[in-house]
């Protein structure tokens, strides 16, 4: 298990171009399962999760060509529908294969995802949105196993799925529901569906691929099922927690970074908590020409950061809330808050394991339930902390950045499934951080 060595203090200076969206990808890879024709997605980033992604789509009968950030899958084998735990315990997104298999291969069986150190993930909204399909479940040994009716000549029919939960919709499961009911017959509509802009972009390449979907984006989506899907090429959106991760890394460290490929559309929550901190991302270039700017999904920007931060209240919500990705990258910027901020965890109450890292280098951190309360300090110090999972890695990397001396962070693997060589992004920029290999 690799560590990170971070020597703090540094400011970044430079310019980063933001990658495609993790979690677009993946079930953007998982939608071409609903064809037997080639899907090409371009700007794909190389992270451990896709790669897991590509092992379980290639046990399912697809093949994978790759070149460059360009991958191109082709379900060749559609007698293979069987996604087994080995490769499900390590990525929760294998569940949004389900869908797509169900309604293509007219049944599926798909191990439960394993468990995150976020919380509980449970996957009921995503079997509710199924069985709404007239999709049959079963659950055997850790299995779920879904079959389209008989009676409807093995294919899914369109019904009316309402898919909120008690924290508001969800990403995957709509992506899910979305994805078979394109192959389903007759019109579904989908209540509360998710509006994050991955899930949109999963929408779009439906569209392209010839489904017949209106409402992207809003709460509630309309998919006309039709009789086949074809094949598309679909360029994936850039990635916004990596965007908001970068902005908050720069500013942490009073640096000047311009970012590109930055989806400023999909961060309104963000920046604006972040402008109320101090931190303004303003545009770069054509962009900023005097007329207004207009945010855009490939934008180039600039970071600016006030020499001192305000603290500030932020709470986590679905899309267009302030995304739960970034939580705890803000919490990391916010210990060095002038002054009391809380945070409240609206999606996954319980995701503050980087709390109990963030104390070790010297933050003032309260929790209670579902907040937590970060009393500014005027300096972190470095110490050896312990990546629990992914978003709380890159906050304690950001606290890293800024802290007084040496952290070392350990079981940097889960960095890896969702930040590209985020070590060499951060050399490139002007940080002293180096990966120690293990052998
Ligand atoms: C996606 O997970 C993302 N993962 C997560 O990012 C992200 O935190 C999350 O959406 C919320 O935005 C991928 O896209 C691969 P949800 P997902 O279903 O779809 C509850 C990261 O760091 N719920 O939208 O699995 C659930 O417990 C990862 O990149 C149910 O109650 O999340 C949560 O409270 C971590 N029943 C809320 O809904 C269900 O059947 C939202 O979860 C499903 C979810």
């Known amino acids: 298990m690799d560590s ?9 200076r430079g310019t980063v171009r933001i990658n495609g969206a993790k979690n677009a990808c993946l079930p953007l890879m998982a939608a071409a399962l609903l064809t037997d024709q080639p899907v090409t997605l371009r700007g794909v980033p190389a992270l451990s999760d896709v790669r897991s992604m590509e092992r379980l789509l290639a046990t399912l009968g697809c093949e994978l060509s790759a070149q460059g950030t360009t991958r191109t899958l082709r379900g060749t084998d559609d007698s293979k529908n069987t996604a087994d735990y080995d490769l499900m315990r390590t990525m929760r997104a294998g569940i949004c294969t389900l869908g797509p298999l169900v309604a293509a291969r007219g ?7 394993g468990g995150c150190a976020i919380g509980d993930r449970p996957v009921d909204l995503h079997l509710r949105g199924l069985r709404a399909l007239g999709a049959e479940i079963s659950l055997d040994a850790g299995y779920i196993t879904a079959t389209a009716p008989a009676d409807n000549g093995g294919r899914l029919r369109g019904g009316h799925v309402f898919l909120g939960g008690p924290n508001g919709s969800t990403a995957l499961g709509t992506a ?20 994050e802009p991955e ?3 999963v929408g779009r390449l439906l569209i392209a691929m010839g489904a017949k979907i209106t409402g992207l984006g809003s709460p509630r989506v309309t998919i006309e099922g039709v009789d086949a899907l074809g094949g598309a090429t679909h360029d994936v959106i850039p990635d916004r927690i990596e965007a908001g991760t970068y902005v908050m890394a720069a500013a942490i460290t009073g640096g000047d970074v311009v970012l590109e490929n930055f989806p400023t559309v ?5 920046l604006d908590r972040l402008n109320e901190v101090g931190v303004t991302v303003r545009p770069e270039g054509a962009n900023a020409a005097p007329g207004g700017f207009i945010p855009g999904m490939t934008d180039t920007v600039r970071v600016h950061a006030a020499r001192r931060f305000n603290p500030v209240q932020v709470v986590t919500q679905p899309h267009p809330g302030f995304p739960t ?3 705890a990258q803000m919490m990391a910027l916010l210990t060095v808050a002038d002054g009391n901020a809380i945070i409240t965890e609206k999606i996954f109450p319980d995701r503050f394991l980087h709390v109990a890292e963030l104390l070790r280098m010297g933050a003032d951190i309260t929790r209670v339930g579902p907040s937590a309360m970060i009393t500014g300090v005027r300096e972190l110090v470095g110490a050896p902390v312990m990546c629990s999972d992914l978003r709380a890695s890159a906050g304690l990397v950001i606290a890293g950045l800024a802290a007084k001396g ?3 962070l350990n079981r940097v693997y889960h960095l890896d499934r969702g930040y590209e060589k985020m070590e060499v992004t951060l050399q490139a920029l002007g940080a002293d951080i180096e990966r120690v290999k293990e052998n």
């Open 266 to 270: 999909t961060l309104g929550a963000a």
């Open 176 to 195: 899910n529901v979305m994805s078979a009911a394109a192959l389903a017959t007759g019109t579904t509509v989908i209540e509360c569906a998710a509006c």
């Open 4 to 12: 990170f060595i971070i020597r703090g203090g540094r400011p970044l």
């Open 406 to 408: 040496t952290t070392t």
């Open 107 to 113: 049944t599926a069986t798909v191990s439960m995802p």
């Open 325 to 327: 990705d970034l939580q």
């Open 199 to 201: 899930i949109e972009d």
